[in-house]
């Protein structure tokens, strides 16, 4: 099974700032199949990103993914205020499909 | 307008069971693989079970495997999991969840319900 840890744990900014979420997973993501999900409080999550670096239907251009292999990184240009929540990763590349355990992004 | 919504989750006490179903509409659901994921309060994300598109294959968390049981009826749009001995560990949110793309099984998430709370407790 792959674990992703993710880091920060929390990452308190301001509004504007450029925020960069990691996803480092414990062995290599086949094909790069690495997906970042958005989740606000008492919501389901958001599909953001899929093969590491595609956005999905819908997404700002903001929100951008890079990354390969073992690493990844969620960038968010210019933090608005309704992208203050907890971003998830999930590689879907291995039998099980997991998520690392969050990065909550919270106002400073 | 693409929806999935879950119901069935309850209250229930250890090594009982329950039922849950996840009623899609908006999209050919007989074209994607669908899954249930499930999230313990305060906790992440946990994948639970994936069923193919037309039912042939399943595939189970650990945690669950022996004890949950995924299914889909096409003609009813409905996707199911039914859980048994359930166990304290298994409190959580449950959401399904859609495949991006069609006829895949192991994808990308693009469409969630808005998940059941199942909270199992003496």
């Known amino acids: 099974e792959i674990v992703l840890t993710q880091s920060p744990g929390t990452l308190s900014l301001s509004l504007g700032e450029r925020a960069t979420l990691s996803c480092r997973a414990s062995?290599?993501?086949?094909?790069?199949?690495l997906a970042w999900y958005q989740q606000k409080s008492g919501q389901a999550p958001r599909l953001l990103i899929y093969?590491?670096?595609s956005r999905a239907t819908g997404i700002p251009d903001r929100f951008s993914g890079s990354g390969s292999g073992t690493d990844f990184t969620l960038t968010i240009s210019r933090l608005e205020p309704e992208d203050f929540a907890v971003y998830h990763c999930q590689q879907y590349g291995s039998s099980p499909q997991t998520f690392g355990q969050g990065t909550k992004v919270e106002i400073k | 307008q693409v929806q999935l919504v879950e119901s069935g989750g309850g209250v229930v006490q250890p090594g009982r069971s329950l039922r849950l179903s996840c009623a899609a509409s908006g999209f050919t659901f007989s074209s994607y693989g669908m899954h249930w994921v499930r999230q313990a309060p305060g906790k992440g994300l946990e994948w639970v079970a994936v069923i193919s598109y037309d039912g042939s294959n399943k595939y189970y968390a650990d945690s669950v495997k022996g004890r949950f049981t995924i299914s889909r009826d096409n003609s009813k749009n409905t996707l199911y999991l039914q859980m048994n001995s359930l166990r304290a560990e298994d409190t959580a949110v449950y959401y399904c969840?859609?495949?991006?793309?069609?006829?895949?099984?192991?994808?990308?998430?693009?469409?969630w319900g808005q998940g059941t709370m199942v909270t199992v407790s003496s």
């Open positions: 969840a859609k495949d991006q793309r069609w006829l895949q099984l192991w994808d990308a998430f693009d469409i």
């Open positions: 093969g590491a670096s």
């Open positions: 062995q290599s993501v086949s094909d790069s199949y």
